[in-house]
């Protein structure tokens, strides 16, 4: 029996305010400043900053808002990369490593700062999220993130196995650390409301239009989609993992790493009291690694790596009840009300990507997981960019060719049935 019924954007779908209203662009040649392609954090902040400094804009998306990783995910507003913190300057040299995190410091900031701003219903809670450690390479790895993120300033904790029990209501771990710039939100409810915001500042927002080829006008480029097209002086590439054909050398750098998420139905209040009491939210260090969180009704989301589709869908379900009973003894034998999983583009070195295409043409992806913050500041930096405010030198990232992942295919299959059989395994005691 599957866990719940799979959906595209489960518990988020159920519980999120509508969208704007939208239709498919229907005229040729709308004239705009700035198009953008794709309507998640990156695509819609971009809308949002550059219609606010006064650009002309048309956000052109295939499905609807939200439709890939920011309608699915688990809402963790992070304030850095999965890699340490000194990784960065390590790959990407002086000034970008620094630039980097520095941008990805501020990034919550700039998040619950557009959420205060533009008022945003999107369950936005900054109370900071726990890594939690799993046995001793776990704190092991804790330490060391801790040692390297205080001596650069960040208000972050170390906490010992008492506190971190206490913290999460679980006696699974070995420690945690306490980021307190980071804290949780409703994923596809901040997307939709960004959305909002794009289009009262002035955006154009055109849901169910892929664009399906862009031609150089030399002066302009002009976006076709199957009923209408955009002309634009610059166009901003924000498809990321969900990307398609159109721009092949996107799709084949990125290696898509599936995750699920599974829902229970808001949990009793002698519970909520006990597990995450101070709503942070949390995931762990394994590699096969798991996230949980609250939203505001209270329901518990816990998520892992893997595919909800075919075996998987069993086997992940399964594994789901089992491992959160042992994570929560109090719980009992839980039953899930949602179910749904996303893709996450992973690249070489877990480091985003920015490339330019072609004559004012940008795209930024491969946010390794850690989309909501990062995507929200490069859609305001590339509207900047844009809108002739800055350089693309000046920006967080270097600019590199775009890279053929090896052996992708190999990888995606791997990632998907590696977490099966791990699931699989630990379903079974
Ligand atoms: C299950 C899961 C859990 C995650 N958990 C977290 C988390 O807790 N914290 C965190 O920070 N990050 C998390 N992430 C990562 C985060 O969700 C993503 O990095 C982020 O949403 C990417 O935003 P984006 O706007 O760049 O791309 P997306 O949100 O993927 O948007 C791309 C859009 O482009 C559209 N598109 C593609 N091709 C075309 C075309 N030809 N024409 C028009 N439109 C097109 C797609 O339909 C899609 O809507 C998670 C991701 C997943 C999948």
């Not at 080829?213 to 002066?219: L, N, R, S």
């Not at 209040?269 to 394994?286: K, M, N, S, V």
């Amino acid at each position: 029996m599957p866990a719940a019924p799979v959906s595209n954007h489960g518990l988020w779908e159920a519980t999120a305010p509508p969208a704007p209203d939208s239709a498919p662009l229907q005229a040729q040649g709308v004239a705009v400043d700035i198009a953008i392609v794709g309507a998640g954090y990156t695509g819609l902040s971009a809308a949002l900053h550059a219609a606010e400094a006064g650009a002309r804009v048309a956000v052109l998306e295939a499905q609807h808002v939200g439709f890939g990783g920011s309608g699915r995910n688990v809402g963790l507003v992070n304030a850095g990369m999965w890699v340490m913190p000194d990784a960065l300057p390590q790959a990407l040299g002086e000034p970008h490593g620094q630039r980097l995190l520095d941008a990805l410091g501020e990034g919550p900031s700039l998040v619950y700062g557009l959420v205060e701003r533009h008022g945003l219903a999107c369950e936005a809670v900054r109370r900071g999220t726990l890594h939690c450690a799993v046995g001793a390479s776990g704190l092991r790895n804790l330490r060391e993130r801790h040692r390297q993120w205080q001596a650069r300033g960040a208000p972050v904790a170390l906490l010992d196995a008492d506190a971190i029990a206490e913290a999460t209501g679980s006696r699974a771990y070995t420690g945690g650390l306490l980021d307190r710039r980071a804290g949780t939100i409703q994923p596809l409810a901040y997307a939709r409301g960004l959305a909002h915001a794009a289009v009262r500042a002035g955006a154009a927002l055109h849901t169910h239009s892929p664009v399906t080829a862009v031609d150089d006008h030399q002066g302009h480029w002009t976006l076709h989609t199957p009923q209408g097209s955009v002309n634009a002086a610059w166009v901003i590439v924000a498809t990321n993992a969900y990307t398609d054909r159109l721009w092949p050398a996107l799709q084949e750098e990125l290696v898509r790493f599936p995750y699920f998420n599974l829902a229970t139905a808001p949990l009793p209040a002698a519970l909520r009291a006990r597990i995450l009491p101070g709503q942070q939210g949390a995931w762990d260090t394994p590699d096969v690694l798991s996230s949980f969180r609250l939203d505001a009704q209270g329901r518990l989301v816990f998520g892992s790596v893997g595919a909800l589709r075919g075996p998987g869908s069993v086997v992940h379900g399964d594994w789901g009840r089992r491992a959160l009973a042992r994570l929560f003894p109090a719980l009992g034998r839980v039953a899930f009300e949602h179910a749904w999983y996303g893709q996450i583009g992973m690249t070489a070195n877990a480091l985003p990507r920015l490339h330019l295409l072609a004559r004012n043409t940008v795209s930024i992806s491969g946010y390794n997981g850690r989309g909501i913050a990062p995507g929200t500041v490069f859609g305001r930096a590339l509207a900047q960019l844009a809108l002739g405010r800055c350089r693309i030198d000046d920006l967080p990232l270097p600019l590199t060719e775009p890279t053929p992942a090896a052996f992708k295919a190999l990888r995606e299959m791997g990632y998907e049935a590696g977490a099966l059989l791990v699931h699989a395994a630990q379903a079974r005691f």
